[in-house]
C-alpha cells in the first residue's frame, strides 16, 4: 500500500477528532430457534471512525461476519444499539433500512453475488435503477472502467473469472458512492495472486474515496493493512488495536 502523507506541523489549534462512523453498543444476538438457538454476539461494543479501515478477524464462528451483517442492517440484533452515520437503525423500519443502506453502504461477498442472467453492465446497475438514478447504466460502465473492466460490460458471469466476477461486485457496491465499504472474505474464493489484485483495488478505492472500509478476514497479514484490527472470539471483542504493520505487495 501506499504510505500515507505526512500529517502537517501541530498547531496551537486543537485537531477536532474524526466523527464515529459505526457506532455498536452492547450488542447481542441469537440466531436459531428452540434448542438450535445459538448465542452468536455477546455484549459487542465498537466504533469506527469516518475514513477509517479495520480489520475483523477471528476463528471461524467467532461472530466476525454475524457483526458486519448487524452494521450493514442485514440482521437485528436481539438488544443493544446500532447507530451507522448519526442514524440508528432500531429507529427505521426495514423499508427505511433498506433505503438507507442502498444509499450509504456497500457490500461485497466472498461469493460475488451476482445475477447470473445480467451482464456485468446490467448487475452494476441494478441498485442505481434502483434508486432511480436515470444515467444508471452510463455510470455503471464508468465504475465498471474504474475496476479495469471497461471491455467486459456485455459479459455474463459464467463468461468472467472469479477474479472478474468480484470486481463486477466491488464495481456495483461503489456505485451508489456509498460511505461505508463493507467486505466479507472479498478473497476467500480466489487463488493468491487474483486476491492480492483485489485487495489493492479495494484499498485504492477506499483511499481514493474517503470511506470507511471495514473487512473481515481470516488473513492476518491481510487485516495488517487496515489502519486497526479487531479481533473477536466466541462472540466477544478481544482484541481491538492498531495494526502492527502493512506488509509488502
Not at 177 to 201: C, F, K, S, Y
Amino acid at each position: 500500500m501506499d504510505t500515507l502523507t505526512p500529517s502537517p506541523p501541530a498547531t496551537s489549534l486543537a485537531t477536532e477528532p474524526a466523527p464515529d462512523s459505526i457506532v455498536i453498543r452492547h450488542v447481542d444476538l441469537s440466531l436459531g430457534h428452540g434448542a438450535a438457538r445459538v448465542h452468536i454476539l455477546k455484549d459487542v461494543s465498537l466504533r469506527v471512525t469516518t475514513g477509517e479501515a479495520i480489520g475483523l478477524v477471528g476463528a471461524s464462528g467467532s461472530g466476525k461476519s454475524t457483526l458486519l451483517m448487524v452494521m450493514a442492517g442485514l440482521e437485528r440484533p436481539d438488544t443493544g444499539e446500532v447507530v451507522v452515520g448519526g442514524t440508528p437503525f432500531n429507529a427505521l423500519s426495514e423499508d427505511a433500512l433498506s433505503r438507507f443502506r442502498g444509499r450509504r453502504i456497500g457490500i461485497v461477498f466472498q461469493s460475488f453475488h451476482l445475477i447470473p442472467t445480467m451482464t456485468a453492465l446490467e448487475n452494476v446497475a441494478v441498485p442505481l435503477e434502483l434508486a432511480g438514478r436515470a444515467d444508471a447504466h452510463d455510470h455503471a460502465a464508468r465504475e465498471l472502467a474504474s475496476v479495469g473492466l471497461g471491455d467486459r460490460l456485455h459479459h455474463y458471469p459464467a463468461q468472467l473469472s472469479g477474479g472478474e466476477q468480484q470486481r463486477v461486485a466491488i464495481a456495483r457496491a461503489l456505485a451508489p458512492d456509498p460511505a461505508i465499504l463493507i467486505a466479507d472474505e472479498p478473497t476467500g474464493n480466489l487463488d493468491e495472486a487474483t486476491g492480492r489484485q483485489i485487495v489493492d483495488l479495494l484499498f485504492a478505492k477506499h483511499a481514493e474515496r474517503g470511506m470507511t472500509l471495514v473487512l473481515v478476514t481470516h488473513d492476518a497479514a491481510l487485516a495488517r493493512c487496515c489502519d486497526r484490527v479487531v479481533r473477536l472470539r466466541s462472540g466477544r471483542v478481544v482484541g481491538n488495536d492498531a495494526a502492527a504493520g502493512t506488509p509488502e505487495p
